[in-house]
């Protein structure tokens, strides 16, 4: 009896945190505007991660388009790594 019981509750949890991620990824100022801009990026996981910090960092700006259009958004076109070089994709 004890079986189904632990089973059903495996189950239930496992979906609300499957919904949670996916809920929550999306959902974020960010999530939209950096699958644009990285949508042609040939390391897509790179891109993201790192568009999406910049993005926060930067009060939600993600230049427009998947390449360029950094003028629009100076804090992220200013944004540098430890070698000096750009930052955001």
Same mark, same amino acid.
């Given at each position: %009896?004890?079986?189904?019981?632990?089973?059903?509750?495996?189950? &239930? *949890? *496992? *979906?609300?945190?499957? *919904?949670? %991620?996916?809920?929550?990824?999306? $959902? &974020?100022? !960010?999530?939209?505007?950096?699958?644009?801009? !990285?949508?042609?990026?040939?390391?897509?996981?790179?891109?993201?991660?790192?568009?999406?910090?910049? !993005?926060?960092? !930067?009060?939600?700006?993600?230049? $427009?388009?998947?390449?360029?259009?950094?003028?629009?958004?100076?804090?992220?076109?200013? %944004?540098?790594?430890?070698?000096?070089?750009?930052?955001?994709?």
């Amino acid at each position: %009896m004890k079986f189904p019981v632990v089973q059903f509750l495996i189950i &239930s *949890l *496992l *979906l609300t945190s499957s *919904l949670f %991620m996916l809920s929550t990824a999306d $959902s &974020s100022p !960010c999530g939209g505007k950096c699958n644009v801009r !990285c949508s042609k990026a040939g390391r897509q996981d790179r891109c993201l991660k790192y568009c999406n910090i910049c !993005c926060e960092k !930067c009060n939600y700006c993600v230049p $427009s388009g998947t390449y360029g259009n950094k003028d629009e958004c100076p804090c992220y076109r200013d %944004m540098k790594n430890s070698k000096g070089t750009s930052k955001c994709p």
